[in-house]
């Protein structure tokens, strides 16, 4: 299972790190994202990271501001986001994925989700 945390409330213009806690699963065989969900949306697939630790932005919100970082060792992957807008505001969600790729489909694995509210 995954175990999100870290969402929270803060002001235009401030960072939240993000963190995802994995049990149950060999967590370094598998590739990580973070998606989000704002209130009457689509959920969106941000940023991945591989096995082999290479990030891959899938979309321009994340690109320049969110970064992602894994640490095998302690089965837990980040979500380090700055500048937040209140845009960002959403459920964020972390998920497992064997073979790892932006569709929501190719995740085995999904935490319960963080609230990040951005206000403005």
């Known amino acids: 299972q995954l175990q999100a945390s870290g969402g929270g409330l803060v002001q235009a213009g401030a960072s939240l790190r993000l963190s995802c806690t994995a049990s149950?699963?060999?967590?370094?065989?598998?590739?990580m994202g973070w998606f989000r969900q704002a209130p009457g949306k689509d959920r969106e697939v941000l940023i991945g990271?591989?096995?082999?630790?290479?990030?891959?932005y899938y979309t321009d919100s994340a690109k320049g501001r969110f970064t992602i970082a894994r640490d095998n060792a302690k089965n837990t992957v980040y979500l380090q986001m700055n500048s937040l807008k209140p845009e960002d505001t959403a459920v964020y969600y972390c998920?497992?994925?064997?073979?790892?790729?932006?569709?929501?489909?190719?995740?085995?694995?999904w935490g319960q989700g963080t609230q990040v509210t951005v206000s403005s």
């Open positions: 990271i591989s096995k082999s630790d290479s990030p891959t």
């Open positions: 998920a497992a994925s064997w073979l790892g790729g932006p569709r929501s489909y190719l995740y085995d694995y």
């Open positions: 149950g699963f060999t967590f370094s065989n598998y590739h």
